[in-house]
């Protein structure tokens, strides 16, 4: 009955729980002693055997559960990682979740001693990275770190085997990639210029966007690690191209996120709720990624930086960094960008007032400020 079996399982329970190591005959007696009134010996006997029979299969199970994964770990390649920032140490945990063994390098203690906790092997340089794989990601924060972690004293070239295929996800100047890819070209290697788009969240979540530059043939190999760290690999052509759409992206993000700050202001002002005024927005002609996923009102969107005084995300000055290359491949290419050298200027004067470690969308606290400064 119901009943019976309840009661029997609160006496299994009661007996599993207890560590006696008494020997055969005192725990035989006890298994009977303890019985419940309304369960019989036969029948506890009975579900004893089936209990036993359970824990063996269960135990078999997992040893060969653990056994699979062992194997799975062993046939990943270790993946080379360097810059484990707010992008890159989502990242390299994503590759570890997915059974990649990591060799890891970043200037801060801090976040490879974090890494290291969840499974990573540790690095002293760039160069010491480079000389255990055959496959490595880099996110860096701009030119200059790429040139001294890939071409610098103890960097990854003064090590990289023969056929290494090297991912750099940073945004640069495309022709640092351009400059790059040479130089490991002539070591045999491989390089591709993979930068994301997506944010923080999305690096967390594994729902990133690559835009890779680099050689026909060597995309599939790439897509085959990026794959586990985005939902979106699109090949763009050659080496360069994949920073040359990052920045186009980056500057039509910086436009709307400044139009963003500036209606949702000018709302707030006009006195419409915030909440209300977004849902608006985006049910209407004016919704943008901006507006609908990464608003800049705290409050109006959870789980982003405007709801957390405007830490972690994407810097103000990386995004400032990033509207200088684009207007720098404007002016090569004479192309005529007002907005992006208007939304260029904004962002260099948030840094100047201390924005600069604050994410980009803070560009509607930055507003705010101003009108109080009137």
């Known amino acids: 009955s119901l009943l019976n079996a309840d009661c029997f399982a609160e006496w299994l329970l009661s007996l599993a729980n207890s560590t006696s ?92 001693a974090a890494l290291k906790k969840d499974g990573a092997s540790i690095a002293s340089s760039p160069a010491e990275v480079a000389q255990g794989v055959t496959k490595l990601v880099s996110m860096l924060p701009a030119s200059a770190e790429v040139q001294q972690v890939y071409a610098g004293k103890d960097g990854i070239f003064s090590t990289v085997q023969k056929g290494t295929l090297l991912l750099d996800s940073s945004t640069i100047d495309p022709s640092v990639s351009q400059d790059m890819a040479a130089k490991a070209e002539t070591l045999g290697a491989v390089f591709m210029d993979a930068p994301v788009s997506g944010g923080v969240n999305a690096a967390r979540d594994g729902a990133l966007t690559f835009m890779v530059g680099g050689p026909d043939g060597s995309f599939p190999a790439a897509k085959e690690i990026l794959d586990h760290l985005g939902k979106n690999i699109v090949h763009c052509g050659a080496v360069g191209t994949g920073q040359a759409a990052k920045i186009c992206n980056n500057m039509l993000l910086a436009i709307s996120m400044v139009g963003t700050s500036e209606a949702m202001n000018l709302g707030m002002r006009l006195g419409l709720d915030p909440k209300l005024l977004a849902s608006v927005l985006n049910t209407s002609s004016g919704r943008c990624w901006s507006s609908e996923v990464y608003n800049p009102v705290p409050g109006v969107v959870q789980g982003v930086p405007s709801g957390n005084d405007y830490k972690g995300g ?48 803070s560009a509607f606290l930055f507003l705010q400020e101003q009108e109080k400064s009137k």
């Open 21 to 112: 190591q008494s020997p055969c005959r005192q725990r035989q007696h006890r298994f009977y002693s303890q019985l419940p009134d309304s369960v019989s010996p036969s029948m506890a006997l009975t579900v004893s055997k089936i209990s036993k029979l359970t824990i063996l299969m269960t135990l078999r199970e997992a040893r060969r559960t653990f056994s699979n994964s062992a194997r799975v770990m062993a046939s990943q390649p270790t993946v080379g990682f360097v810059g484990l920032g707010n992008m890159g140490n989502h990242m390299a945990r994503n590759l570890l979740k997915k059974g990649y063994p990591v060799v890891a390098y970043d200037i801060s203690q801090e976040s490879l």
């Open 314 to 361: 994407f810097g103000t000055a990386l995004m400032m960094k990033d509207l200088g290359l684009a207007q720098n491949a404007a002016s090569n290419v004479k192309a005529n960008t007002p907005l992006g050298a208007a939304v260029l200027q904004i962002y260099r004067t948030m840094v100047n007032h201390g924005f600069g470690r604050k994410d980009f969308s």
